[in-house]
């Protein structure tokens, strides 16, 4: 059986990876963020994996609502700058929690 990273890397063969700003793997799940239209489904050496697909733009929208749709993927491929923004993201969103909770201590 190919590892997790093998799968995502054949899967992003199959479609145009230049638009691609990050992929991941959850299960039979690929998580594929990308400028363009991918397919609904992406066989990969005979393993149907069904696409989840978001636009770079909106893919920081939902992830500010709930990071789990960041954190719940195995993430092997993204463009660094992309991934900057997340990370910034995410950063940010942990720093207004705990300023939350401090206020609420007080």
């Not at 920081?60 to 749709?69: A, F, H, Q, R, Y």
């Not at 993204?78 to 929690?97: G, I, P, Q």
């Not at 705990?98 to 609420?104: G, K, S």
């Amino acid at each position: 059986m190919m590892e997790e990273k093998e799968v995502v890397l054949k899967a992003l063969e199959k479609i145009d990876k230049w638009y691609v700003q990050l992929a991941g793997i959850k299960g039979e799940e690929l998580l594929i963020v990308s400028q363009k239209e991918v397919p609904k489904e992406i066989e990969v050496e005979g393993r149907k994996l069904t696409v989840k697909h978001y636009s770079p733009e909106e893919y920081l929208t939902v992830i500010t609502k709930d990071e789990n749709e960041f954190r719940s993927y195995h993430v092997y491929y993204f463009v660094k700058m992309y991934m900057r923004k997340v990370l910034d993201l995410l950063a940010y969103l942990e720093v207004n929690r705990i300023r939350i909770d401090e206020r609420d201590l007080l």
